[in-house]
């Protein structure tokens, strides 16, 4: 019985803080030591059986340890003590340390025992199982706890059985029979509440059954269950992925004439859907409505739409948008200039991503090598040399790294007045350069840097 309980002659099991009784001590001296018998004078077993120990120093034993096999151990060995009864909250902690552990069957057995045992058991304990199946991420066990409480009498609470749902709905092959228990539950007397609805109304949008999706919501006014901004957004998700932006604006003006403020998420998603269906005027008159409905539009509101207007290559448009943040409370972010830098190169309008280049440096922004690259490429192309250098001034004013493809571009062109060598060797040098988008200053580009801020100077003092 002694080698059964202790796994090794060096393992130690503390009682107290004051007293560590050895692992090769009987097991009379596990459950009766005290912390106040001097370690070296334990106390001789009587000729006659002691009492077993409590079923307190009991649990505390097995509370204290980190083995839950061990802990499984003391705990049988208690068990065959005469007339030893363990508290319910010794199967609780065991039953935790076990699952925890992944020992899922003799989970079971402590289960089975309680039952036969006829121990009064609380929801507590099934709340945790629901958890502890949830995190090792098996959804046939947990859809069983449901029914297991119903052999101990216990009603399932809602919250509960939501959250077996959300573990089931999480495994496709798991919907239907997520379906299968919210239809059911009531005969058990649990009744779905809103999140229910919810987290059933998003697995089947989220597969393409946007259907039954909307017959569950249906169901929800007919069983007197209040939706939620959730449920309504969860809809709105559902039609905007099926590309039915018009219905999903039809539910959104339902939504609001019954009270309910959308949330940010709900205006970002069909902010982004009526942009990719290019409806970009209903998109702006959306974002102009927030506010007036009760929720600020924030940054990924405007770049949503900045970012919609200039693909459909409006960057003006854009441009007013990017204007009306400061006004609302929003200032524009990186993506909020990359992308609208980027829309007015795409459109040949140099001179205004220009201006919005030298704005977001100023703002301590770093341009995307592509966007600043294009924005230089352009105004060589326009013939606007000198407003191409000096985007590259300032640009290595602020530290910025050029591309290579940058350097190859700009430098035949400003140095067009240098002999043709000395054009070889500057490019030359610089191509020498790896650069590298962690690199902060290109040491081979200090001269070329020098020639065009005095090229710069030189022309600016010019009549």
């Avoid at 034993?61 to 003391?74: F, G, R, T």
């Avoid at 229910?196 to 039954?212: E, H, K, P």
């Avoid at 039809?250 to 990719?276: A, H, I, Q, W």
């Amino acid at each position: 019985m002694l080698q059964c309980l202790l796994r090794s002659s060096t393992t130690v099991i503390t009682l107290s803080r004051s007293l560590i009784v050895p692992t090769n001590s009987s097991p009379f001296l596990l459950f009766h030591s005290s912390a106040n018998d001097p370690p070296h004078e334990q106390k001789q077993p009587c000729s006659s059986p002691p009492p077993i120990a409590s079923p307190t120093r009991v649990l505390k034993l097995i509370s204290a340890q980190s083995d839950p096999l061990l802990a499984k151990e003391i705990f049988d060995f208690a068990s065959t003590q005469p007339g030893f009864r363990h508290s319910y909250s010794s199967f609780l902690v065991l039953i935790l340390k076990l699952g925890r552990s992944k020992h899922f069957s003799l989970v079971d057995d402590l289960l089975v025992r309680l039952k036969s045992d006829q121990y009064p058991v609380t929801p507590t304990l099934f709340t945790y199982l629901i958890k502890i199946y949830a995190e090792a991420d098996l959804p046939e066990k947990a859809l069983k706890v449901f029914y297991k409480m119903l052999e101990f009498n216990i009603k399932p609470l809602p919250r509960q059985l939501n959250r077996i749902l959300e573990l089931l709905v999480s495994h496709r092959n798991f919907i239907m029979p997520a379906f299968d228990l919210f239809k059911s539950a009531h005969k058990y007397g649990v009744f779905p509440d809103t999140k229910s609805y919810n987290i059933l109304m998003g697995a089947f949008c989220l597969n393409g059954d946007l259907s039954i999706a909307y017959k569950l919501f249906n169901k929800m006014f007919e069983r007197d269950v209040e939706p939620d901004v959730e449920s309504y957004r969860i809809l709105m998700q559902g039609l905007c992925r099926k590309s039915q932006v018009n219905r999903a604006v039809d539910l959104l003006e339902d939504m609001l004439n019954k009270g309910f403020v959308p949330d940010s998420l709900s205006y970002t998603t069909l902010l982004n859907s009526l942009c990719r269906k290019k409806k970009l005027r209903e998109a702006y008159k959306l974002l102009c409505r927030m506010k007036v409905k009760g929720c600020n539009p924030d940054i990924v509101h405007y770049n949503t739409v900045i970012l919609g207007f200039c693909r459909e290559g409006r960057a003006m448009d854009a441009v007013k948008v990017l204007g009306d943040m400061p006004s609302n409370g929003c200032l524009p972010n990186l993506v909020s200039y990359r992308t609208l830098v980027g829309g007015l190169c795409d459109q040949g309008m140099f001179d205004e991503a220009r201006k919005f280049m030298e704005e977001m440096l100023s703002k301590g922004f770093s341009p995307h090598f592509s966007v600043s690259h294009a924005l230089i490429k352009g105004l060589c192309n326009v013939g606007k040399i000198d407003a191409a250098a000096e985007v590259l001034g300032e640009m290595l004013k602020y530290r910025e790294v050029p591309h290579i493809d940058t350097w190859v571009t700009i430098v035949p062109t400003i140095c067009e007045d240098y002999e043709t060598e000395r054009m070889e060797e500057i490019v030359e040098e610089v191509l020498k350069v790896e650069i590298k988008r962690d690199t902060r200053i290109v040491e081979a580009g200090i001269g070329l840097e020098d020639y065009l801020i005095r090229k710069i100077q030189s022309r600016s003092k010019r009549p």
